[in-house]
């Protein structure tokens, strides 16, 4: 949006031109939406509280949990708001990738919201059915994913890049739409399960959005992916500015949601977060790196899945519960000490994720 006035403005000032450089605009859309969630916070969480939109707390879980029954919830409302102003404020709105960026969040929010709604001011403790909130997905995922295919320019746009292989690449074709799926709705359900700690889930995402910033950034540079032998794709820059506002909404929203959290954001925010990972990596070409990247994501949810299959078929649990995070508590380690090591793990993978730049 400011960007069309700041290109008008130009004709009568050359000095507005700096603001065509994707570098002060992702800058600018981290301070935007930072200070979005940081000035709006405390009203929004007051207003939950009076509301009475309160967490609530599984029985079966740690006990330490007990005490966090009624802390506000559906928080992540406040990280989308933020992350929509500051990409519009900053973002090329006529981007093709910046648009459906947008759209996926709202998308996946909106499932979350009604997901959240149903458990806390309803009151209906199974929330939204599954098979009606994995239909949703399902649309919302397949739409975007459609969206891609068809909108691809280029044939890499198309192509499965294999991370630490300079020459290994796959042409999926109409398999892209399978894996672009699975890509959007897995990663939206993986952070989803991994929102189970104060600022467990959010911090890894900050730092994941963050890492694929900067390789949109690059990807989108002709001379940039000419140099590091990365996949060139017209108008994936602009995703920079879209992870930048990732990045400060979640660092705004993590200034509440940081041990003992005062506000949680709720499916309506961990689903949208996730798609909106999973999108970036799409565009970018940079799925397998996502994987590796967000592995503490991937970690959580193949947790959920072997307990599952276990108890199903053997009759006993892996894990003295799951998801994984449950387990290290049950084990006896304090709250903050799962968070911090969780995010360490994070910044280790995504250092290798970046990695993949170079070594090839």
């Keep these: 949006?400011?960007?069309?006035?700041?290109?008008?403005?130009?004709?009568?000032?050359?000095?507005?031109?700096?603001?065509?450089?994707?570098?002060?605009?992702?800058?600018?859309?981290?301070?935007?939406?930072?200070?979005?969630?940081?000035?709006?916070?405390?009203?929004?969480?007051?207003?939950?509280?009076?509301?009475?939109?309160?967490?609530?707390?599984?029985?079966?879980?740690?006990?330490?949990?007990?005490?966090?029954?009624?802390?506000?919830?559906?928080?992540?409302?406040?990280?989308?708001?933020?992350m929509l102003l500051a990409t519009s404020l900053w973002g090329d709105l006529g981007n093709r990738f910046v648009l459906l960026a947008m759209l996926v969040v709202v998308a996946f929010g909106a499932v979350g919201w009604v997901d959240d709604y149903r458990k806390v001011v309803e009151k209906d403790s199974r929330g939204l059915p599954a098979r009606w909130k994995f239909f949703w997905q399902t649309v919302?995922?397949?739409?975007?994913?459609?969206?891609?295919?068809?909108?691809?320019?280029?044939?890499?746009?198309?192509?499965?890049?294999?991370?630490?292989?300079?020459?290994?690449?796959?042409?999926?074709?109409p398999l892209y739409l399978v894996l672009a799926y699975f890509v959007l709705v897995?990663?939206?359900?993986?952070?989803?399960?991994?929102?189970?700690?104060?600022?467990?889930?959010i911090m890894p995402t900050v730092m994941v959005a963050g890492a694929l910033g900067l390789m949109g950034y690059l990807t989108g540079n002709t001379v940039f992916s000419e140099y590091l032998q990365i996949p060139y794709v017209a108008g994936a820059g602009e995703m920079a500015v879209f992870c930048g506002a990732i990045v400060g909404a979640g660092l705004g929203f993590l200034w509440f949601n940081t041990y003992p959290a005062q506000v949680f954001m709720g499916d309506v925010g961990a689903l949208a977060l996730g798609a909106a990972l999973g999108l970036v990596a799409l565009v970018i070409?940079?799925?397998?790196?996502?994987?590796?990247?967000?592995?503490?994501?991937?970690?959580?949810?193949?947790?959920?899945?072997?307990?599952?299959?276990?108890?199903?078929?053997?009759?006993?649990?892996?894990?003295?519960?799951?998801?994984?995070?449950?387990?290290?508590?049950?084990?006896?380690?304090?709250?903050?000490?799962?968070?911090?090591?969780?995010?360490i793990i994070t910044l280790m993978l995504v250092l290798v994720g970046l990695s993949t730049l170079k070594l090839r």
């Excluded at 919302?140 to 295919?149: D, I, T």
């Excluded at 746009?157 to 690449?169: M, Q, R, S, W």
């Design 285 to 343: 070409r940079q799925e397998l790196v996502l994987f590796i990247m967000g592995g503490v994501f991937v970690l959580e949810t193949v947790s959920v899945v072997l307990q599952v299959l276990s108890f199903r078929y053997l009759g006993r649990r892996i894990f003295r519960m799951a998801p994984l995070h449950h387990h290290f508590e049950l084990k006896g380690w304090p709250e903050p000490r799962v968070i911090v090591r969780f995010w």
């Design 1 to 82: 949006m400011l960007l069309w006035l700041f290109s008008w403005l130009e004709a009568f000032d050359p000095g507005f031109a700096v603001f065509q450089y994707l570098t002060l605009r992702t800058i600018l859309s981290v301070l935007t939406a930072l200070g979005l969630s940081l000035l709006v916070g405390p009203i929004m969480i007051k207003r939950l509280a009076t509301l009475q939109i309160g967490q609530a707390v599984r029985s079966d879980g740690p006990s330490s949990h007990l005490s966090k029954a009624g802390t506000p919830t559906m928080g992540g409302a406040l990280i989308i708001v933020a």
């Design 140 to 173: 919302a995922g397949s739409g975007a994913a459609l969206a891609l295919y068809l909108g691809a320019a280029t044939p890499v746009e198309t192509t499965l890049i294999v991370p630490f292989f300079k020459d290994v690449a796959f042409q999926l074709g």
């Design 186 to 201: 897995g990663t939206s359900n993986a952070v989803n399960l991994t929102d189970g700690l104060d600022g467990l889930a």
